[in-house]
Every structure is written in C-alpha cells, then in structure tokens.
C-alpha cells in the first residue's frame, strides 16, 4: 500500500472549515483513500473514503486531486466534537488491511 | 447504529498469566479484527477472522491466538501474558472498506 504524509497537528477555530492535508504520491491505480479519526479514549471511526472523483457524506468531504497524489479531508464547520487524530490510508480494493499512521492531530479552538 | 463492545475498558495482569480479551458485535459482520495500539507505532493488525472458526494472521501475531466460535464474538487470547504486551487492544467489525471499532481495552501487564 501506498505511504501517505500528513501535518502531525493542526488547530481551527470552531464553526470554521477544518482542512486536513494528505499527500500520497506513489498511490497506484487501484489504491482508494480512506479517512478514519479517533477521539480521544475511544476506538477509531470512519468518515469517507474514495478513488478518484469527489466524495461528500453526512460527515465530510474527501477532495482527491486530479492526478491523485494528494487529498484534503474537509469539515465544513468544525465543532469542539471533532478535535480528534485523523488518519488518512491508503489501501487497493481487495488489500486485506488498513494500516494507520501518525495521523494528524486536530484541535478545534473555542 | 452499530454496535462493537468490549469486554473491559481496562485491565491489569500479572506477567504469565493467560488473558481472554472478548469482543462483541451486532451487526452480523462477516469480519471481525483485533488491533493493538501503542505510541509512535499507530494501529497493527494482530489478527482478523473472515467467517466463525476461520482466522488469518495479521502483522503482529506472535503471542496470541484468537476464537470466533459464534459470529458475533472474537476473542483474543494472550496465552502468557508478557510486559510488552501491555498495549491499547482494539476490536473491530465490518467489511474492508468500514471498520467499526470498539472503545478500546487499556491491558497493564505487571
């Protein structure tokens, strides 16, 4: 599976949109991205995942670039709820497993 | 909303002692996934289990064994427990693409 990058921290005022960055340079063909988050003292959650084309559910938008070597998770008004480590993967339709990183630790700011 | 529990939130074991770690869902998951957490490391796959009675290592089996005798449940067994063993234990059920995960088991082994 294909390495991804992401800032280890970042900080958005509440109601603002929160931004995520996730470069992923050597994703093959068939690699979707998915993002995951984990509050703290609990198990990680899911959020969205994608191939190529845009994605947006209830939670998030997924904005995978068009030569789909980066990604940007979007929370369109973030709330103190979503002060979380995201962790955004890289993995073919079919791989077996998830491998988390480091992830990006966001803090929303009253 | 589906539902992974765990059977405790924290446990202390002394070092050689065998450790049952259950895990719970209800959704009629084909998959179920044991995970440990630990700094700087992220999240490893220790071992996964596609349909009851079958199991396939993950990453980091060496030191358990797993049961999944009714579909909804999964165990993780550490059949002497080790210091290095101490960890955040994480289960989770789902297809490949959503996982949904636990609370988490905080394991201190003494």
């Known amino acids: 599976d294909a390495k991804t990058t992401q800032p280890p921290s970042m900080d958005c005022a509440e109601g603002r949109a929160a931004n995520l960055p996730c470069n992923h340079s050597?994703?093959?063909?068939?690699?979707?991205v998915y993002w995951y988050r984990q509050i703290h003292s609990q198990g990680p959650q899911y959020i969205i995942h994608g191939l190529k084309n845009n994605e947006t559910n209830e939670m998030a938008s997924l904005i995978i670039t068009e030569d789909r070597k980066s990604s940007t998770l979007i929370l369109p008004h973030a709330t103190l709820r979503d002060t979380a480590v995201y962790y955004c993967?890289?993995?073919?339709?079919?791989?077996?497993?998830?491998?988390f990183g480091q992830g990006t630790r966001l803090t929303i700011n009253p | 909303d589906v539902k992974v529990t765990q059977s405790s939130r924290y446990l202390v074991k002394r070092t050689g002692e065998k450790v049952f770690l259950e895990c719970v869902q209800d959704m009629d998951h084909e998959n179920m996934f044991w995970y440990r957490q630990d700094p700087g490391l992220g999240l490893r796959l220790i071992y996964f289990s596609y349909d009851v009675k079958m199991k396939e290592k993950g990453d980091i089996p060496e030191g358990y064994s797993v049961s999944r005798e009714k579909k909804e449940r999964f165990s993780l067994i550490l059949e002497s427990a080790s210091t290095n063993q101490t960890s955040m234990y994480l289960c989770?059920?789902?297809?490949?693409?959503?996982?949904?995960f636990g609370p988490g088991t905080r394991l201190t082994v003494t």
């Open positions: 989770a059920s789902g297809d490949w693409d959503e996982q949904y």
């Open positions: 050597t994703i093959s063909g068939n690699e979707y």
């Open positions: 993967i890289v993995r073919a339709q079919g791989a077996q497993k998830l491998v």
